[in-house]
């Protein structure tokens, strides 16, 4: 029912800035929450951001805080993930995702979101 797309990914050098775009098709309700995860080899996939379309509330993971900016265009019904000083150890697959909030109009970084898109490679170097 929700199908994901995501873009954006590509190879960028410490310190510069790339922008994530993940088209978003399926999404009815208002009481959704839409994130970025992110998994590198050998690691557990980890949420990264996430954003409640209710109330535009954002959600940021304590390593990407300040750095990271989720966003959404509701015209064109696209999320975004801008990501600044970046450093290799961003380097990863990133996936956006959407699901159904828990209740109380927030969202959760936790692995456990309904929809998922195929990814997009994001390599940081030194």
């Known amino acids: 029912q929700v199908q994901l797309v995501e873009s954006g990914g590509g190879s960028v050098q410490a310190g510069g800035s790339l922008r994530l775009s993940c088209a978003a098709s399926g999404v009815r309700y208002a009481n959704t929450c839409l994130g970025w995860f992110r998994q590198a080899p050998g690691k557990e996939r980890e949420g990264v951001a996430a954003l409640y379309i209710g109330a535009g509330d954002t959600y940021y993971s304590d390593s990407v805080k300040g750095r990271f900016t989720i966003s959404r265009d509701n015209t064109k019904n696209t999320l975004f993930l801008e990501m600044n000083s970046l450093t290799p150890e961003d380097t990863a697959m990133y996936y956006c995702?959407?699901?159904?909030?828990?209740?109380?109009?927030?969202?959760?970084?936790?692995?456990?979101?309904?929809?998922w898109g195929q990814g997009t490679q994001v390599t940081v170097s030194a």
């Open positions: 995702a959407a699901t159904l909030s828990p209740g109380g109009g927030y969202c959760s970084l936790v692995d456990m979101y309904e929809s």
